[in-house]
């Protein structure tokens, strides 16, 4: 992630959110599993951010860490409130590893109050992991190489990262070794400054 803040020259201050992968295609459903188990301490994360002076914040979300951030959002706004006082300003998920063809994305806009001009999907129709993830899932398409007109449908903003060739990250993490990407991503999180990045992965 300081990789990432010096390349992007993100302005804000950077906060990291993680949690236990076991970082191993064979333990995908212990990932998963891990994911679920850490909605929870969304909520007391979300307060922490509340606590500070920042005039808003920024979520980065990638790969199964969108699940969660979804998620944990979700639990949240079901439970209290999910960004009660619209400091939310960018919520990006990049190859997100979110079911898509049984409508768990569209169940979780519906249900997040979230103005979805907000949110940004950065998606990848080569993206090898993901094509891994679907094959574990039981051939049910991922979010981050659905069709990005598919996802536009949605409502939210869609960057297609498809013609970008990157062999270095199997095409799943275009988003940090493109210097163009990571520029563009830079300037759509840096015009106002005074925020927090929360970055999941």
Request: charged share 20%.
């Amino acid at each position: 992630m300081g990789q990432f803040v010096e390349d992007s020259n993100y302005k804000g201050v950077p906060v990291l959110f993680t949690w236990a992968s076991a970082a191993q295609a064979t333990k995908y459903v212990y990932d998963l599993n891990s994911a679920l188990v850490a909605r929870p301490l969304f909520g007391q994360f979300a307060a922490l951010l509340s606590q500070t002076n920042a005039i808003g914040y920024d979520i980065f979300a990638h790969s199964m860490g969108c699940f969660l951030a979804m998620e944990g959002a979700l639990t949240l706004a079901l439970q209290v409130n999910f960004n009660p006082r619209g400091r939310l300003k960018t919520l990006v998920l990049a190859s997100p590893d979110i079911d898509i063809d049984i409508d768990l994305f569209k169940s979780q806009l519906a249900q997040l109050n979230i103005d979805k001009s907000k949110i940004f999907v950065l998606v990848s129709s080569d993206d090898g992991a993901l094509r891994l993830s679907r094959f574990l899932s039981g051939g049910v398409d991922r979010l981050g190489a659905a069709d990005a007109e598919q996802v536009a449908a949605l409502g939210v903003n869609v960057v297609d990262l498809s013609k970008i060739d990157d062999e270095t990250s199997g095409s799943h993490s275009k988003f940090a070794s493109s210097p163009e990407v990571v520029q563009l991503i830079g300037a759509g999180l840096n015009p106002i400054r005074g925020r927090c990045l929360a970055a999941r992965r």
